[in-house]
Antibody, heavy 120, light 106 residues
Framework: QVQMKETGPGLVQTTQTLSVACTVSRFSLSSYGVHWIRQAPGKGLDWLGV???????NYNSALISRLTISWDPSKSQVFLTMNSLHTDDTAVYYCAGNNSPRIWYVLDAWGQGASVTVSS | DIQMTQSPASLSASLEEVVTITCKASQGIDDYLSWYQQKPGKSPQLLIYDATNLADGVPSRFSGSRSGTQFSLKIRRPQVDDSGIYYCLQSFSTPWTFGGGTKLEL
């Protein structure tokens, strides 16, 4: 089974840049997409974006100017970068993917999430 | 962007009921609709994909259906362990979008 684990800074300041890493195992980054989803406290799931197996990316329309998703396949890592942080970017940030290329369009493998607090 | 309108936002059900949660897409998404269950403090878990297919290990009391752009998740004779928040997700086109979620209490 695919395993995914997020690593984040925990606390960041407003106006700063957030970087969260997703380390994957039993999973080839060149074969599957890795998605980022966030969940603000007490709120629903918000899809942020994806990096596909060919390195192409797609982003949430409302956040596209602030987001960058990149990767280092040699380290089995995918990175989410978000700039110009506001306090309402406080959330749990998840990376997610899938176990089967046949159903690449679902998310059946999730990390445990990285909790990020943005404080002024 | 495709909007996913999910209802109800919350519901309380008994163990003898059939629980129905719906998601309506703002445009056609074929069967690119999946359902997820999230329990407090945990990551979401896939329940159903392709609108009607049960994910591995998901109990048969869960089922999904589609009528046009409206999708439903049904839970027959729900168990206490089915309490949580349920989300739909469209993956027909990017950006992917989630429904707002339904909190189920039993």
């Amino acid at each position: 089974q695919v395993q995914m684990k997020e690593t984040g800074p925990g606390l960041v300041q407003t106006t700063q840049t957030l970087s969260v890493a997703c380390t994957v195992s039993r999973f080839s980054l060149s074969s599957y997409g890795v998605h980022w989803i966030r969940q603000a406290p007490g709120k629903g799931l918000d899809w942020l974006g994806v990096i596909w197996g060919d390195g192409n990316t797609n982003y949430n329309s409302a956040l596209i100017s602030r987001l960058t998703i990149s990767w280092d396949p040699s380290k089995s890592q995918v990175f989410l970068t978000m700039n110009s942080l506001h306090t309402d970017d406080t959330a749990v940030y998840y990376c997610a993917g899938n176990n089967s290329p046949r159903i690449w369009y679902v998310l059946d493998a999730w990390g445990q999430g990285a909790s990020v607090t943005v404080s002024s | 962007d495709i909007q996913m309108t999910q209802s109800p936002a919350s519901l309380s059900a008994s163990l003898e009921e059939v629980v129905t949660i719906t998601c309506k897409a703002s445009q056609g998404i074929d069967d690119y609709l999946s359902w997820y269950q999230q329990k407090p403090g945990k990551s979401p878990q896939l329940l159903i994909y392709d609108a009607t297919n049960l994910a591995d290990g998901v109990p048969s009391r869960f089922s999904g259906s589609r009528s046009g752009t409206q999708f439903s998740l049904k839970i027959r004779r729900p168990q206490v362990d089915d309490s949580g928040i349920y989300y739909c997700l469209q993956s027909f086109s990017t950006p992917w979008t989630f429904g707002g979620g339904t909190k189920l209490e039993l």
